[in-house]
Protein backbone atom coordinates (compact mmCIF):
# COMPACT_ATOMS: atom_id res chain seq x y z
CA UNK A 1 0.00 0.00 0.00
CA UNK A 2 2.89 2.43 1.01
CA UNK A 3 4.63 1.43 -1.85
CA UNK A 4 1.74 2.34 -4.60
CA UNK A 5 1.40 5.57 -2.78
CA UNK A 6 5.25 6.40 -3.01
CA UNK A 7 4.92 5.53 -6.79
CA UNK A 8 1.69 8.24 -7.34
CA UNK A 9 4.02 11.06 -6.06
CA UNK A 10 7.63 9.60 -6.84
CA UNK A 11 7.77 12.76 -9.39
CA UNK A 12 8.19 14.88 -6.00
CA UNK A 13 11.46 12.88 -4.51
CA UNK A 14 14.12 13.66 -7.24
CA UNK A 15 14.83 17.17 -5.36
CA UNK A 16 15.14 15.31 -1.82
CA UNK A 17 18.10 12.62 -3.84
CA UNK A 18 19.71 15.69 -5.42
CA UNK A 19 19.40 17.17 -1.91
CA UNK A 20 20.86 14.37 0.00
CA UNK A 21 23.64 14.35 -2.62
CA UNK A 22 24.49 17.69 -2.07
CA UNK A 23 24.85 17.40 1.62
CA UNK A 24 26.85 14.29 1.09
CA UNK A 25 29.25 16.64 -0.62
CA UNK A 26 29.41 18.95 1.35
CA UNK A 27 29.84 16.94 4.25
CA UNK A 28 33.30 15.26 2.60
CA UNK A 29 36.26 14.34 5.43
CA UNK A 30 34.32 14.03 8.41
CA UNK A 31 35.21 11.12 10.05
CA UNK A 32 35.50 11.74 13.81
CA UNK A 33 32.47 11.61 15.02
CA UNK A 34 32.27 7.88 15.90
CA UNK A 35 31.32 5.49 18.82
CA UNK A 36 28.44 6.13 21.28
CA UNK A 37 29.23 9.71 21.57
CA UNK A 38 28.23 10.52 18.07
CA UNK A 39 24.38 11.27 18.76
CA UNK A 40 23.57 14.73 18.85
CA UNK A 41 19.77 13.93 19.76
CA UNK A 42 16.91 11.86 19.64
CA UNK A 43 13.42 11.98 18.89
CA UNK A 44 11.50 9.51 19.75
CA UNK A 45 13.57 6.47 18.26
CA UNK A 46 14.74 8.38 15.61
CA UNK A 47 18.27 9.52 16.04
CA UNK A 48 20.14 12.29 15.09
CA UNK A 49 23.95 12.03 14.40
CA UNK A 50 26.78 14.01 14.96
CA UNK A 51 27.68 13.63 10.98
CA UNK A 52 24.35 14.53 10.03
CA UNK A 53 24.48 17.83 11.94
CA UNK A 54 27.81 18.64 10.87
CA UNK A 55 26.63 17.94 7.02
CA UNK A 56 23.88 20.32 7.57
CA UNK A 57 26.42 23.00 9.01
CA UNK A 58 28.39 23.13 6.12
CA UNK A 59 26.05 22.37 3.56
CA UNK A 60 24.28 25.92 4.95
CA UNK A 61 27.93 27.53 5.66
CA UNK A 62 28.20 26.87 1.38
CA UNK A 63 24.85 27.63 0.54
CA UNK A 64 25.44 31.34 2.36
CA UNK A 65 28.68 31.51 0.85
CA UNK A 66 27.27 30.83 -2.32
CA UNK A 67 24.44 33.72 -2.10
CA UNK A 68 26.85 36.37 -0.53
CA UNK A 69 29.70 35.13 -3.28
CA UNK A 70 31.81 35.66 0.05
CA UNK A 71 33.43 33.22 2.20
CA UNK A 72 30.94 32.69 5.09
CA UNK A 73 32.79 30.95 8.81
CA UNK A 74 30.93 29.42 11.28
CA UNK A 75 31.34 32.03 13.67
CA UNK A 76 29.29 34.60 11.57
CA UNK A 77 26.77 31.55 10.85
CA UNK A 78 26.41 31.05 14.33
CA UNK A 79 26.18 34.85 15.42
CA UNK A 80 23.13 34.48 13.57
CA UNK A 81 21.18 32.11 15.30
CA UNK A 82 21.61 29.91 12.12
CA UNK A 83 22.95 26.79 13.82
CA UNK A 84 20.10 26.49 16.10
CA UNK A 85 17.70 26.39 13.02
CA UNK A 86 19.81 23.60 11.52
CA UNK A 87 19.07 22.02 14.49
CA UNK A 88 15.99 22.39 14.52
CA UNK A 89 15.18 21.06 11.22
CA UNK A 90 17.32 18.19 11.77
CA UNK A 91 14.92 17.71 15.11
CA UNK A 92 11.84 18.01 12.68
CA UNK A 93 13.25 15.41 10.44
CA UNK A 94 13.33 13.08 13.38
CA UNK A 95 10.11 13.58 14.27
CA UNK A 96 8.98 12.47 10.98
CA UNK A 97 11.35 10.09 10.72
CA UNK A 98 10.22 8.39 14.29
CA UNK A 99 6.35 9.05 13.52
CA UNK A 100 6.63 7.21 10.23
CA UNK A 101 8.12 4.17 11.42
CA UNK A 102 5.63 4.49 14.17
CA UNK A 103 2.67 4.28 11.71
CA UNK A 104 4.76 1.34 9.46
CA UNK A 105 5.39 3.65 6.61
CA UNK A 106 7.93 2.27 4.70
CA UNK A 107 8.68 2.30 0.64
CA UNK A 108 10.59 -0.93 -0.52
CA UNK A 109 13.68 -1.25 -2.93
CA UNK A 110 12.24 -1.32 -5.64
CA UNK A 111 10.35 2.36 -5.35
CA UNK A 112 14.29 3.76 -3.58
CA UNK A 113 16.10 2.15 -6.48
CA UNK A 114 13.84 4.29 -8.93
CA UNK A 115 14.15 7.41 -7.06
CA UNK A 116 17.76 6.89 -6.87
CA UNK A 117 18.36 5.75 -10.68
CA UNK A 118 16.89 9.37 -11.49
CA UNK A 119 19.82 11.08 -9.90
CA UNK A 120 22.07 12.69 -12.53
CA UNK A 121 25.01 12.03 -11.15
CA UNK A 122 24.68 8.35 -10.65
CA UNK A 123 24.01 8.12 -14.50
CA UNK A 124 26.04 7.55 -17.63
CA UNK A 125 26.36 9.22 -20.58
CA UNK A 126 23.40 7.41 -22.10
CA UNK A 127 21.01 8.95 -18.82
CA UNK A 128 21.08 5.29 -17.47
CA UNK A 129 22.06 4.62 -13.61
CA UNK A 130 25.33 3.23 -13.34
CA UNK A 131 26.10 1.01 -10.42
CA UNK A 132 30.03 2.10 -10.85
CA UNK A 133 29.51 5.85 -11.06
CA UNK A 134 26.97 5.15 -8.02
CA UNK A 135 29.49 3.56 -5.36
CA UNK A 136 32.19 6.05 -6.73
CA UNK A 137 30.55 9.00 -5.72
CA UNK A 138 29.31 7.98 -2.10
CA UNK A 139 32.62 6.79 -1.53
CA UNK A 140 34.08 10.05 -2.36
CA UNK A 141 32.50 11.64 -0.30
CA UNK A 142 32.63 9.09 2.94
CA UNK A 143 29.25 7.35 2.23
CA UNK A 144 28.11 3.38 1.12
CA UNK A 145 25.49 2.35 -0.64
CA UNK A 146 23.52 1.38 2.28
CA UNK A 147 23.33 4.70 4.51
CA UNK A 148 22.24 6.84 1.39
CA UNK A 149 20.07 4.28 0.56
CA UNK A 150 18.25 4.13 3.74
CA UNK A 151 18.46 7.91 4.15
CA UNK A 152 16.65 7.56 0.62
CA UNK A 153 13.84 5.37 2.17
CA UNK A 154 13.23 7.36 5.32
CA UNK A 155 13.06 10.47 3.11
CA UNK A 156 10.08 8.66 0.87
CA UNK A 157 8.56 7.68 3.75
CA UNK A 158 8.59 10.91 5.52
CA UNK A 159 7.38 12.64 1.98
CA UNK A 160 4.42 9.77 2.33
CA UNK A 161 3.83 11.42 5.84
CA UNK A 162 2.96 14.83 4.43
CA UNK A 163 1.45 14.03 1.77
CA UNK A 164 -1.42 12.17 4.35
CA UNK A 165 -1.29 14.89 6.27
CA UNK A 166 -1.86 18.18 4.21
CA UNK A 167 -2.58 16.23 1.05
CA UNK A 168 -5.97 17.62 -0.58
CA UNK A 169 -6.52 20.65 1.77
CA UNK A 170 -8.42 22.92 0.27
CA UNK A 171 -9.23 26.54 1.53
CA UNK A 172 -12.89 27.88 1.62
CA UNK A 173 -13.47 29.88 -1.81
CA UNK A 174 -14.96 32.61 0.44
CA UNK A 175 -11.91 33.33 1.71
CA UNK A 176 -9.60 33.90 -1.16
CA UNK A 177 -12.66 36.31 -2.58
CA UNK A 178 -13.11 38.43 0.53
CA UNK A 179 -9.08 38.83 0.42
CA UNK A 180 -9.31 39.26 -3.57
CA UNK A 181 -12.10 41.82 -3.30
CA UNK A 182 -10.68 43.96 -1.00
CA UNK A 183 -7.16 44.46 -2.70
CA UNK A 184 -9.21 44.68 -6.02
CA UNK A 185 -11.33 47.39 -4.88
CA UNK A 186 -10.50 51.12 -6.46
CA UNK A 187 -11.68 54.65 -5.40
CA UNK A 188 -11.75 57.68 -7.52
CA UNK A 189 -11.51 61.00 -5.41
CA UNK A 190 -11.51 64.82 -6.43
CA UNK A 191 -7.86 66.78 -4.61
CA UNK A 192 -7.35 70.79 -3.56
CA UNK A 193 -3.77 71.44 -3.22
CA UNK A 194 -2.97 73.93 -0.37
CA UNK A 195 0.31 75.81 -1.02
CA UNK A 196 2.68 78.40 0.23
CA UNK A 197 0.44 81.16 -2.39
CA UNK A 198 -2.88 80.34 -0.76
CA UNK A 199 -1.85 81.60 2.64
CA UNK A 200 -3.04 85.17 3.62
CA UNK A 201 0.28 86.27 4.35
CA UNK A 202 3.81 84.79 3.49
CA UNK A 203 5.61 83.04 6.33
CA UNK A 204 7.79 85.49 8.15
CA UNK A 205 11.66 85.42 8.73
CA UNK A 206 12.10 83.84 12.01
CA UNK A 207 13.54 86.05 15.38
CA UNK A 208 16.78 85.22 17.15
CA UNK A 209 14.14 84.28 19.89
CA UNK A 210 12.22 81.77 18.10
CA UNK A 211 15.61 80.22 16.30
CA UNK A 212 16.59 79.40 19.97
CA UNK A 213 13.34 78.21 20.91
CA UNK A 214 13.65 75.57 18.10
CA UNK A 215 16.78 74.61 18.46
CA UNK A 216 16.20 73.98 22.35
CA UNK A 217 12.75 72.31 21.33
CA UNK A 218 14.69 70.12 18.51
CA UNK A 219 17.73 69.28 19.34
CA UNK A 220 17.93 65.59 17.98
CA UNK A 221 17.63 67.18 14.25
CA UNK A 222 20.81 69.09 14.10
CA UNK A 223 22.59 66.36 16.54
CA UNK A 224 26.01 65.74 14.25
CA UNK A 225 25.65 61.52 13.95
CA UNK A 226 29.08 59.46 15.36
CA UNK A 227 31.78 60.25 13.36
CA UNK A 228 34.91 58.50 12.45
CA UNK A 229 38.12 60.99 12.75
CA UNK A 230 40.29 59.74 9.65
CA UNK A 231 43.62 61.32 8.54
CA UNK A 232 44.42 59.83 4.97
CA UNK A 233 47.08 60.55 2.13
CA UNK A 234 45.99 60.15 -1.45
CA UNK A 235 47.29 60.92 -4.62
CA UNK A 236 44.68 60.74 -8.22
CA UNK A 237 45.39 61.38 -11.61
CA UNK A 238 43.75 64.92 -11.59
CA UNK A 239 46.35 66.00 -9.28
CA UNK A 240 49.45 65.35 -11.12
CA UNK A 241 48.22 65.45 -15.33
CA UNK A 242 49.29 68.50 -15.91
CA UNK A 243 52.85 67.34 -15.06
CA UNK A 244 52.41 64.94 -18.16
CA UNK A 245 54.54 65.80 -20.96
CA UNK A 246 51.57 65.14 -23.84
CA UNK A 247 53.76 63.87 -27.54
CA UNK A 248 52.35 65.45 -30.68
CA UNK A 249 52.69 62.36 -32.60
CA UNK A 250 50.50 60.37 -29.76
CA UNK A 251 47.59 62.82 -30.20
CA UNK A 252 47.71 62.66 -33.86
CA UNK A 253 47.94 58.75 -33.73
CA UNK A 254 44.67 58.58 -31.27
CA UNK A 255 42.89 61.51 -33.44
CA UNK A 256 43.51 58.77 -36.74
CA UNK A 257 42.42 55.91 -34.73
CA UNK A 258 39.34 57.74 -33.78
CA UNK A 259 38.59 58.86 -37.02
CA UNK A 260 35.05 57.46 -37.22
CA UNK A 261 34.03 59.43 -34.19
CA UNK A 262 35.34 63.04 -35.70
CA UNK A 263 34.79 62.56 -39.35
CA UNK A 264 30.86 61.08 -40.07
CA UNK A 265 29.13 61.36 -43.15
CA UNK A 266 25.72 62.76 -43.74
CA UNK A 267 23.14 59.52 -42.25
CA UNK A 268 19.96 58.85 -41.67
CA UNK A 269 17.21 57.27 -39.15
CA UNK A 270 15.44 54.85 -41.96
CA UNK A 271 12.59 51.89 -41.48
CA UNK A 272 12.26 49.68 -44.29
CA UNK A 273 8.78 47.75 -45.03
CA UNK A 274 9.74 44.95 -48.01
CA UNK A 275 6.95 44.02 -50.48
CA UNK A 276 6.83 41.22 -53.30
CA UNK A 277 6.89 43.56 -56.03
CA UNK A 278 7.43 47.12 -57.39
CA UNK A 279 3.50 47.15 -58.06
CA UNK A 280 2.69 46.29 -54.64
CA UNK A 281 5.34 48.89 -53.66
CA UNK A 282 3.27 51.53 -55.45
CA UNK A 283 -0.05 50.18 -54.59
CA UNK A 284 0.95 51.13 -50.90
CA UNK A 285 1.74 54.29 -51.76
CA UNK A 286 -1.15 55.35 -53.66
CA UNK A 287 -3.17 54.50 -51.13
CA UNK A 288 -0.92 55.78 -48.38
CA UNK A 289 -1.64 59.52 -50.80
CA UNK A 290 -5.00 58.49 -50.44
CA UNK A 291 -4.83 58.98 -47.08
CA UNK A 292 -6.59 55.22 -46.90
CA UNK A 293 -4.07 53.93 -44.63
CA UNK A 294 -0.32 55.04 -43.58
CA UNK A 295 2.75 53.55 -42.80
CA UNK A 296 1.88 52.30 -39.34
CA UNK A 297 -0.76 50.64 -40.55
CA UNK A 298 1.05 48.41 -43.27
CA UNK A 299 3.77 47.48 -40.69
CA UNK A 300 0.66 46.58 -37.98
CA UNK A 301 -1.11 44.80 -41.30
CA UNK A 302 2.51 42.61 -41.37
CA UNK A 303 2.12 41.55 -38.05
CA UNK A 304 5.34 43.52 -36.89
CA UNK A 305 6.30 46.20 -34.85
CA UNK A 306 8.04 49.27 -35.62
CA UNK A 307 11.51 47.64 -34.22
CA UNK A 308 10.88 45.02 -36.23
CA UNK A 309 11.49 47.44 -39.22
CA UNK A 310 13.78 49.41 -37.83
CA UNK A 311 16.91 50.10 -39.20
CA UNK A 312 18.80 52.63 -37.19
CA UNK A 313 21.20 55.32 -38.34
CA UNK A 314 22.47 54.67 -41.85
CA UNK A 315 24.58 55.64 -43.84
CA UNK A 316 25.28 55.47 -47.75
CA UNK A 317 27.95 52.78 -47.63
CA UNK A 318 25.30 50.67 -45.76
CA UNK A 319 23.07 50.53 -48.84
CA UNK A 320 23.38 49.37 -52.41
CA UNK A 321 24.51 52.29 -55.09
CA UNK A 322 21.12 52.31 -56.36
CA UNK A 323 19.23 52.59 -52.99
CA UNK A 324 21.73 55.29 -51.58
CA UNK A 325 21.25 57.32 -54.57
CA UNK A 326 16.99 57.21 -54.18
CA UNK A 327 17.64 57.57 -50.23
CA UNK A 328 20.30 60.21 -49.93
CA UNK A 329 19.28 61.81 -53.41
CA UNK A 330 15.77 63.36 -51.61
CA UNK A 331 15.82 65.59 -48.85
CA UNK A 332 12.33 65.99 -48.50
CA UNK A 333 10.12 63.01 -49.09
CA UNK A 334 9.50 61.04 -45.69
CA UNK A 335 8.21 58.02 -47.45
CA UNK A 336 10.20 56.23 -50.84
CA UNK A 337 9.55 53.53 -52.72
CA UNK A 338 9.72 51.40 -54.35
CA UNK A 339 13.52 51.06 -53.41
CA UNK A 340 15.61 47.82 -54.64
CA UNK A 341 17.17 45.84 -51.91
CA UNK A 342 18.27 42.27 -51.24
CA UNK A 343 15.19 41.45 -49.97
CA UNK A 344 13.02 42.81 -52.94
CA UNK A 345 11.69 46.30 -53.35
CA UNK A 346 10.84 48.09 -50.23
CA UNK A 347 9.55 51.70 -49.03
CA UNK A 348 12.19 53.34 -46.96
CA UNK A 349 10.52 56.09 -44.00
CA UNK A 350 12.69 58.83 -42.96
CA UNK A 351 12.61 59.27 -39.44
CA UNK A 352 15.82 61.67 -39.49
CA UNK A 353 18.39 62.95 -41.80
CA UNK A 354 21.54 63.67 -39.40
CA UNK A 355 23.76 65.85 -41.65
CA UNK A 356 27.66 64.97 -42.36
CA UNK A 357 30.02 66.48 -39.40
CA UNK A 358 33.46 66.69 -39.27
CA UNK A 359 35.92 67.76 -36.05
CA UNK A 360 38.86 68.92 -37.38
CA UNK A 361 42.53 67.97 -35.30
CA UNK A 362 42.90 71.10 -33.44
CA UNK A 363 39.06 71.12 -32.16
CA UNK A 364 39.39 67.89 -30.56
CA UNK A 365 43.40 68.73 -29.35
CA UNK A 366 42.25 69.73 -25.70
CA UNK A 367 39.97 66.38 -25.11
CA UNK A 368 42.71 63.88 -26.69
CA UNK A 369 44.95 66.08 -25.05
CA UNK A 370 43.06 65.36 -21.51
CA UNK A 371 42.42 61.79 -21.76
CA UNK A 372 46.53 60.96 -22.70
CA UNK A 373 47.30 63.10 -19.75
CA UNK A 374 45.08 61.04 -17.34
CA UNK A 375 46.75 57.70 -18.75
CA UNK A 376 49.57 58.90 -18.16
CA UNK A 377 48.66 60.13 -14.96
CA UNK A 378 47.52 56.81 -13.71
CA UNK A 379 51.04 55.24 -15.14
CA UNK A 380 52.84 57.33 -13.12
CA UNK A 381 50.85 56.52 -10.05
CA UNK A 382 51.25 52.92 -10.06
CA UNK A 383 55.16 53.71 -10.75
CA UNK A 384 54.88 55.24 -7.23
CA UNK A 385 52.99 52.33 -5.59
CA UNK A 386 56.15 49.90 -4.82
CA UNK A 387 58.34 53.18 -2.93
CA UNK A 388 55.03 54.39 -0.65
CA UNK A 389 54.47 50.63 -0.17
CA UNK A 390 57.85 49.75 1.15
CA UNK A 391 57.76 53.25 3.43
CA UNK A 392 54.51 52.20 4.55
CA UNK A 393 56.22 49.37 5.59
CA UNK A 394 59.29 51.04 6.88
CA UNK A 395 56.97 52.36 9.33
CA UNK A 396 56.58 55.75 8.16
CA UNK A 397 53.11 57.61 9.12
CA UNK A 398 50.46 59.06 7.06
CA UNK A 399 52.14 62.34 7.62
CA UNK A 400 55.64 61.69 6.35
CA UNK A 401 54.11 60.41 3.33
CA UNK A 402 52.31 63.76 2.65
CA UNK A 403 55.59 65.65 3.22
CA UNK A 404 58.06 62.92 1.32
CA UNK A 405 55.62 61.79 -1.80
CA UNK A 406 53.26 63.43 -4.12
CA UNK A 407 50.66 62.89 -1.85
CA UNK A 408 48.42 64.97 -0.46
CA UNK A 409 47.28 64.70 3.15
CA UNK A 410 43.96 64.96 4.67
CA UNK A 411 41.58 64.38 7.85
CA UNK A 412 37.73 63.82 7.89
CA UNK A 413 35.16 63.14 10.15
CA UNK A 414 33.70 60.50 8.27
CA UNK A 415 29.79 59.07 8.41
CA UNK A 416 27.68 57.26 6.01
CA UNK A 417 26.36 60.44 4.48
CA UNK A 418 29.86 61.82 4.05
CA UNK A 419 30.39 62.27 0.28
CA UNK A 420 32.59 65.01 -0.93
CA UNK A 421 36.81 64.89 -1.78
CA UNK A 422 37.54 61.33 -1.34
CA UNK A 423 34.62 60.37 0.29
CA UNK A 424 32.84 60.46 -3.00
CA UNK A 425 34.85 57.25 -3.64
CA UNK A 426 33.26 53.39 -2.66
CA UNK A 427 36.49 51.93 -2.16
CA UNK A 428 37.64 54.74 0.57
CA UNK A 429 34.30 54.58 2.00
CA UNK A 430 34.37 50.68 2.30
CA UNK A 431 38.00 51.05 4.16
CA UNK A 432 36.56 54.06 6.19
CA UNK A 433 33.60 52.12 7.41
CA UNK A 434 35.57 48.75 8.38
CA UNK A 435 39.35 50.38 9.89
CA UNK A 436 39.96 50.00 13.71
CA UNK A 437 42.42 52.39 15.38
CA UNK A 438 44.96 49.10 15.95
CA UNK A 439 45.33 48.99 11.84
CA UNK A 440 48.09 50.10 10.79
CA UNK A 441 48.09 51.96 7.58
CA UNK A 442 48.09 50.30 3.97
CA UNK A 443 48.10 51.57 0.18
CA UNK A 444 44.60 50.93 -1.25
CA UNK A 445 43.72 51.51 -4.85
CA UNK A 446 40.48 54.30 -5.90
CA UNK A 447 38.52 53.62 -8.77
CA UNK A 448 39.82 56.41 -11.30
CA UNK A 449 43.89 54.52 -10.55
CA UNK A 450 44.22 56.54 -7.58
CA UNK A 451 46.01 55.55 -4.46
CA UNK A 452 45.15 56.29 -0.79
CA UNK A 453 45.92 55.14 2.76
CA UNK A 454 43.90 56.04 6.00
CA UNK A 455 44.13 55.58 10.01
CA UNK A 456 41.56 56.07 12.27
CA UNK A 457 42.21 58.50 14.89
CA UNK A 458 39.36 58.52 17.10
CA UNK A 459 35.17 57.97 17.75
CA UNK A 460 34.15 60.99 17.62
CA UNK A 461 30.45 60.59 19.36
CA UNK A 462 27.44 62.24 18.24
CA UNK A 463 27.57 66.15 19.70
CA UNK A 464 25.14 69.13 18.98
CA UNK A 465 26.92 72.03 17.45
CA UNK A 466 26.49 75.50 18.87
CA UNK A 467 23.58 77.34 17.42
CA UNK A 468 25.94 80.28 15.52
CA UNK A 469 27.82 77.30 13.68
CA UNK A 470 24.69 76.02 12.29
CA UNK A 471 22.25 78.63 12.44
CA UNK A 472 21.22 78.79 8.63
CA UNK A 473 20.58 75.24 9.09
CA UNK A 474 17.93 75.53 11.67
CA UNK A 475 16.69 78.91 10.16
CA UNK A 476 16.10 76.89 6.90
CA UNK A 477 14.06 73.73 9.49
CA UNK A 478 11.98 76.43 11.22
CA UNK A 479 10.91 77.75 7.65
CA UNK A 480 10.32 74.21 6.72
CA UNK A 481 8.15 73.48 10.05
CA UNK A 482 6.24 76.71 10.19
CA UNK A 483 4.76 75.81 5.93
CA UNK A 484 3.90 73.01 7.02
CA UNK A 485 1.36 74.50 9.88
CA UNK A 486 0.54 77.55 8.14
CA UNK A 487 -0.51 75.49 4.90
CA UNK A 488 -2.14 72.68 7.20
CA UNK A 489 -4.21 75.35 9.25
CA UNK A 490 -5.37 77.40 5.90
CA UNK A 491 -6.48 73.72 4.66
CA UNK A 492 -8.41 72.59 7.80
CA UNK A 493 -10.41 76.57 7.32
CA UNK A 494 -11.37 75.63 3.97
CA UNK A 495 -12.79 71.99 5.55
CA UNK A 496 -14.60 73.51 7.56
CA UNK A 497 -16.21 75.84 4.91
CA UNK A 498 -16.73 72.86 2.98
CA UNK A 499 -18.87 71.38 6.23
CA UNK A 500 -20.77 74.89 5.66
CA UNK A 501 -21.94 73.70 2.29
CA UNK A 502 -19.01 75.56 0.29
CA UNK A 503 -17.92 73.55 -2.94
CA UNK A 504 -14.26 72.27 -3.01
CA UNK A 505 -14.04 73.40 -6.82
CA UNK A 506 -14.89 76.59 -5.84
CA UNK A 507 -12.02 77.03 -3.60
CA UNK A 508 -9.59 76.35 -6.41
CA UNK A 509 -8.14 74.40 -8.91
CA UNK A 510 -8.70 70.46 -8.45
CA UNK A 511 -7.50 67.25 -9.87
CA UNK A 512 -9.04 63.94 -10.08
CA UNK A 513 -7.31 60.57 -9.36
CA UNK A 514 -9.44 57.65 -11.09
CA UNK A 515 -9.31 54.05 -9.99
CA UNK A 516 -6.30 54.53 -7.68
CA UNK A 517 -5.67 51.01 -6.27
CA UNK A 518 -4.29 50.14 -2.45
CA UNK A 519 -1.08 49.06 -3.35
CA UNK A 520 -0.67 52.68 -5.87
CA UNK A 521 1.83 55.56 -4.76
CA UNK A 522 0.79 59.00 -6.27
CA UNK A 523 4.09 61.20 -6.81
CA UNK A 524 4.14 64.69 -5.65
CA UNK A 525 1.55 63.87 -2.24
CA UNK A 526 2.43 62.59 1.00
CA UNK A 527 3.04 58.62 1.43
CA UNK A 528 -0.01 57.93 3.17
CA UNK A 529 -2.68 59.52 1.00
CA UNK A 530 -4.10 56.52 -0.66
CA UNK A 531 -4.21 54.99 2.78
CA UNK A 532 -5.85 57.78 4.31
CA UNK A 533 -8.10 57.97 1.08
CA UNK A 534 -9.36 54.14 1.56
CA UNK A 535 -10.21 54.86 5.25
CA UNK A 536 -13.41 57.20 4.39
CA UNK A 537 -16.28 55.31 3.98
CA UNK A 538 -18.28 57.13 1.40
CA UNK A 539 -18.64 58.97 -1.42
CA UNK A 540 -18.72 62.76 -0.40
CA UNK A 541 -17.12 62.34 2.69
CA UNK A 542 -13.67 64.73 3.18
CA UNK A 543 -9.99 64.34 4.09
CA UNK A 544 -7.30 66.60 4.96
CA UNK A 545 -3.82 65.12 4.41
CA UNK A 546 -0.80 67.42 5.33
CA UNK A 547 2.27 67.81 3.65
CA UNK A 548 5.67 69.19 3.93
CA UNK A 549 5.11 71.91 1.04
CA UNK A 550 1.55 71.73 0.80
CA UNK A 551 -1.64 70.54 2.38
CA UNK A 552 -4.35 68.38 0.38
CA UNK A 553 -7.86 68.46 1.11
CA UNK A 554 -9.57 65.15 -0.65
CA UNK A 555 -13.14 64.37 -1.57
CA UNK A 556 -13.68 60.54 -1.88
CA UNK A 557 -16.09 60.75 -5.80
CA UNK A 558 -16.38 57.11 -6.09
CA UNK A 559 -15.89 53.28 -4.44
CA UNK A 560 -15.08 50.80 -7.68
CA UNK A 561 -15.51 46.91 -6.60
CA UNK A 562 -13.13 45.01 -8.17
CA UNK A 563 -14.62 43.18 -11.43
CA UNK A 564 -14.84 39.51 -10.85
CA UNK A 565 -14.17 38.07 -14.58
CA UNK A 566 -11.37 40.57 -15.31
CA UNK A 567 -7.64 39.40 -15.84
CA UNK A 568 -6.28 41.00 -13.56
CA UNK A 569 -8.69 40.14 -10.62
CA UNK A 570 -9.11 36.61 -12.29
CA UNK A 571 -4.88 36.53 -11.75
CA UNK A 572 -5.29 38.12 -8.50
CA UNK A 573 -7.36 35.16 -7.25
CA UNK A 574 -5.62 32.13 -8.32
CA UNK A 575 -2.86 33.86 -6.42
CA UNK A 576 -4.61 34.32 -3.12
CA UNK A 577 -5.69 30.41 -3.44
CA UNK A 578 -2.13 29.53 -3.79
CA UNK A 579 -0.98 31.53 -1.63
CA UNK A 580 -3.67 30.68 1.45
CA UNK A 581 -3.87 27.01 0.54
CA UNK A 582 0.46 26.94 0.98
CA UNK A 583 0.03 29.06 4.35
CA UNK A 584 -2.76 26.85 6.22
CA UNK A 585 0.06 23.79 4.68
CA UNK A 586 2.50 25.03 6.52
CA UNK A 587 0.86 26.41 9.53
CA UNK A 588 -1.01 22.70 9.89
CA UNK A 589 2.61 20.95 9.28
CA UNK A 590 4.35 22.75 11.78
CA UNK A 591 1.68 22.43 14.10
CA UNK A 592 1.84 18.63 13.25
CA UNK A 593 5.44 18.37 13.68
CA UNK A 594 5.22 20.55 17.25
CA UNK A 595 2.78 17.98 18.82
CA UNK A 596 5.03 14.93 17.23
CA UNK A 597 8.33 16.15 19.43
CA UNK A 598 6.22 17.03 22.41
CA UNK A 599 4.75 13.30 22.45
CA UNK A 600 7.59 11.66 21.32
CA UNK A 601 9.83 13.63 23.39
CA UNK A 602 13.58 15.55 22.57
CA UNK A 603 17.01 14.57 23.79
CA UNK A 604 20.01 16.32 22.74
CA UNK A 605 23.53 16.03 23.89
CA UNK A 606 25.59 19.36 24.23
CA UNK A 607 29.08 17.89 24.52
CA UNK A 608 28.48 16.26 20.88
CA UNK A 609 26.98 19.79 19.68
CA UNK A 610 30.15 21.37 21.32
CA UNK A 611 32.07 18.81 19.92
CA UNK A 612 30.61 19.15 16.36
CA UNK A 613 31.44 23.41 16.74
CA UNK A 614 34.81 22.31 17.81
CA UNK A 615 35.51 21.11 14.29
CA UNK A 616 34.76 24.27 12.18
CA UNK A 617 37.84 27.06 11.64
Given amino acids: MATSAAKKVSNLFVWILMGLLFVALAGFGIGSFSGGA ?4 SVGNAEITAEDYFRALNNEINAQSAQTGQAVSFAQIRARGIDEQVLAGLTARAALNHEAAEMGISVGDGEVASQIAQVQAFQNTSGEFDRNSYEFVLQQQGSNPREFEEDTREDVARALLQTAVIGGLTPPELFAETITAYQAET ?3 IRLAVTEGDLPEPIADPTDAQLAAYYEQFPERFTRPEARRITYAWIIPSDIMDDVEIDEEALL ?3 NDRIDEY ?48 LGEIAPE ?36 LEASEVPFEDARDDLSAELAQEGARRIIDDMREDIDDLLASGATLEELGADTQMTLGTLDYTIAS ?32 LFALRLDEIVPPSLPPLAE ?12 ALREAVADRASQLVAQLAQ ?117
Fill in 263 to 310: VQPERRLLERLVFSSDEAVQEALDAITAEETDFDTLVADRDLTLEDVD
Fill in 318 to 353: DLSDAAAAIIFGDDEAELLGPVPTALGPAIFRVNAV
Fill in 501 to 617: GAALEDLGDTAEERLIRRQDLLPDLPATTVAQVFQLDAPGDVVMIPGAEAAHIVRLEAINSGVRDAPDTSILLTIMNQTIAQSMATDIFEAYGQALQADAGISTNQGVINSVHASFP
Fill in 38 to 41: SRVG
Fill in 470 to 481: IEQDVANAWQAT
Fill in 419 to 450: EDGIAAYDNFRDAAAAVEESDFPELLDLSDGG
Fill in 187 to 189: RDF
Fill in 253 to 255: ALY
